[in-house]
T-cell receptor
Framework: SQQGEEDPQALSIQEGENATMNCSYKTSINNLQWYRQNSGRGLVHLILIRSNEREKHSGRLRVTLDTSKKSSSLLITASRAADTASYFCATEGSSGYSTLTFGKGTMLLVSP | NAGVTQTPKFQVLKTGQSMTLQCAQDMNHEYMSWYRQDPGMGLRLIHYSVGAGITDQGEVPNGYNVSRSTTEDFPLRLLSAAPSQTSVYFC????????????FGSGTRLTVV
């Protein structure tokens, strides 16, 4: 079953605007990760935030994690047309071997 | 270039045929996994391995077999292909111990007719 659920399912913005995507999950986690997938390609790891962290930055990316609400958000600042892709959150459980459970993704369209 | 290599990129099978999807990584990662991606479903875990000789089932293992004889290779076998196995298959690898991002292959697009 899906662990993460992204919201919104699709997002359309103009270049230069910020894009915010949200992810909710159900069970306790070791960490939460965000991935990007360009059309017809494999997934690319963007950023990982551990369960004891609340916020993390990487370039134009900002991720927050609220374990009490079991939710995370990914903010892409100053979006570019090249950011057009699907974005997935994935959670790594806190017990057993490392496996990632993915949400269904948010499709982001950035128009010039 | 270091990474995860999947072959073939495209494959068409007839119902009932068998085949093996190949996956190889050159990063000495202990952890490897197979996912399938269907429209509107995200990625679902088929099988995974935490090291040579160790495999386990994921969320949707039926109709698939795996083995892990070396650290580098993790092939996925379709035993008797069915139209429901039409999908895009991704192999991924990661360092062990948790807390590492996964490296994905470019995928195999499989159609079963």
């Amino acid at each position: 079953s899906q662990q993460g659920e992204e919201d919104p399912q699709a997002l359309s913005i103009q270049e230069g605007e910020n894009a915010t995507m949200n992810c909710s999950y159900k069970t306790s986690i070791n960490n939460l990760q965000w991935y990007r997938q360009n059309s017809g390609r494999g997934l690319v790891h963007l950023i990982l935030i551990r369960s004891n962290e609340r916020e993390k930055h990487s370039g134009r990316l900002r991720v927050t994690l609220d374990t009490s609400k079991k939710s995370s958000s990914l903010l892409i600042t100053a979006s570019r047309a090249a950011d057009t892709a699907s974005y997935f959150c994935a959670t790594e459980g806190s017990s057993g071997y490392s496996t990632l459970t993915f949400g269904k993704g948010t499709m982001l369209l950035v128009s010039p | 270039n270091a990474g995860v290599t999947q072959t073939p990129k495209f494959q068409v099978l007839k119902t009932g045929q068998s085949m093996t999807l190949q996956c190889a990584q050159d990063m000495n990662h202990e952890y490897m996994s197979w996912y399938r991606q269907d429209p509107g479903m995200g990625l679902r875990l088929i099988h995974y391995s935490v090291g040579a000789g160790i495999t386990d089932q994921g969320e949707v293992p039926n109709g698939y077999n795996v083995s892990r004889s070396t650290t580098e290779d993790f092939p996925l076998r379709l035993l008797s292909a069915a139209p429901s196995q039409t999908s895009v298959y991704f192999c991924a690898s990661s360092g062990m111990g948790g807390g590492y991002g996964y490296t994905f292959g470019s995928g195999t697009r499989l159609t079963v007719v």
